[in-house]
């Protein structure tokens, strides 16, 4: 198999992980480095879809403090088991939407136990070779997340997040982007980060 360069946008909710991902996996593609986008979620907006369908709040209330966090690492760590299988099957360049590091900080700023058996276990996934924190405001994301009319985040949280994220033992080794700047400047800032990667 070959080997795929893997780039990884992570940060809260709202801070436009999403949508710049795809974006720069198509100005590499447009340059002429086959770049695939890849979503490594963990379902949240489904279960809570489905929590609502069955008159509950949102999914930790359908399926409880224990059991909600292990079918959300379970299938994110599905999903990133896919972007690496398929990343190197193909040897395209691997444009990381979340990565492992997603779920522990979500799991941290619900208070969740466990973090430490899903670190553990999502220990097998290779690290991206650059991993770009969106460093967003918490004010921004929530008026970012209400504006897509999918779900809503509570300030506190979105907080609790960015906190977690800067917590991380890791962080200090990502790329910190002002994700609050125009999404032009963001992409700019996205390029130089990966160019040394990808350069031909």
């Not at 709040?57 to 599905?78: N, Q, S």
């Not at 809503?152 to 949280?157: G, K, N, Q």
Request: a positive charge; one cysteine or more; charged letters at 25%.
């Amino acid at each position: 198999m070959a080997r795929s360069v893997m780039i990884a946008l992570v940060g809260v909710d709202g801070s436009g992980k999403s949508t710049q991902a795809r974006a720069l996996a198509r100005r590499l593609t447009a340059r002429g480095i086959p770049a695939t986008y890849f979503e490594n979620a963990g379902g949240r907006p489904l279960w809570n879809r489905l929590a609502r369908a069955l008159g509950r709040a949102d999914g930790v209330a359908l399926f409880g403090r224990t059991l909600y966090p292990a079918l959300e690492a379970t299938v994110r760590a599905l999903a990133m088991a896919r972007t690496v299988l398929v990343a190197r099957l193909t040897g395209r360049t691997a444009v990381l939407d979340r990565w492992t590091w997603c779920q522990e900080v979500v799991m941290a700023a619900r208070g969740d136990r466990g973090r430490r058996a899903v670190r553990a276990g999502y220990a097998i996934f290779p690290r991206p070779a650059v991993v770009c924190f969106l460093a967003t405001s918490p004010e921004v994301a929530q008026r970012r997340v209400a504006a897509r009319g999918i779900d809503t985040e509570e300030l506190a949280h979105l907080r609790a997040l960015d906190a977690a994220y800067r917590a991380l033992p890791d962080f200090t080794s990502f790329v910190t982007v002002d994700g609050d700047a125009d999404p032009d400047e963001v992409a700019a800032a996205l390029d130089r980060a990966v160019s040394p990667l990808v350069s031909r």
